[in-house]
């Protein structure tokens, strides 16, 4: 049972353009949505992430924008460079738990 | 430099045996993790530890093992009762306190079956 559901799986935009990944959830005890950046042959890093109290936040040109109601959250890519070509997973988790619940990535390529 | 060191950066496994991956932090966390990655498949959870001498299931440990005898270390080993190994494994790192709000990972290791 997959619980965070990510899409697309794949994504190709001209360099300036906003990228747009989009995940959805299924448990309503979610209440922490991180969003991960992994390069190819490294680790995932965190990048930015939100809980339900807001329904955005903005690190830079990342912004994550948050739907409650629609159990929804998206990451947003404003003015997308090459270097920004990477896999993104969006995650959940609940409370102090442990376990980060993953999606299964969206890989952008950003073209010159 | 502080961060998590995985080694080897490849492995490969002949059929029947068993093979560690090891995972060392000098970041003075206290919670260490292992998840497994298949492509288009995201990061599932293998097992965690919050402190030393203690750890738990994740959600596909059967298979797997590991130990946590240091604070600094938290070793993975792959068993022959995991069927299907060939995956890259990633271990991470947490403060104290912070859960799973900010993993910090390693580079990983691929591991491939012979």
């Known amino acids: 049972q997959q619980q965070v559901k990510q899409s697309p799986q794949s994504l190709i935009v001209q360099k300036g353009g906003i990228p747009i990944i989009n995940c959805a959830y299924e448990n309503t005890a979610f209440d922490y949505f991180p969003w991960y950046q992994q390069f190819p042959g490294k680790g995932p890093a965190l990048l930015i992430a939100i809980r339900p109290d807001v329904s955005e936040k903005k690190e830079g040109r990342f912004t994550i924008s948050f739907n409650k109601s629609a159990k929804q959250f998206s990451l947003h890519i404003m003015d997308s460079q090459p270097g920004d070509s990477a896999t993104y997973f969006c995650a959940a988790s609940m409370g102090s738990n442990y376990k980060l619940t993953f999606g299964k990535g969206t890989l952008l390529t950003v073209n010159p | 430099d502080g961060g998590i060191t995985q080694s080897p950066k490849y492995l490969f496994r002949k059929e029947g045996q068993n093979v560690t991956l090891s995972c060392e932090q000098n970041l003075n966390h206290d919670a260490m993790y292992w998840y497994r990655q298949d492509p288009g498949q995201g990061l599932r959870l293998i097992y965690y530890s919050q402190i030393v001498n203690d750890f738990q299931k994740g959600d596909i440990a059967e298979g797997y093992s590991v130990s946590r005898e240091k604070k600094e270390s938290f070793p993975l080993t792959v068993t022959s009762a995991q069927k299907n190994p060939t995956a890259f494994y990633l271990c991470?790192?947490?403060?104290?306190?912070?859960?799973?709000?900010?993993?910090?990972f390693g580079s990983g290791t691929q591991l491939s079956v012979l």
């Open positions: 991470a790192s947490s403060p104290q306190g912070s859960a799973n709000e900010k993993l910090f």
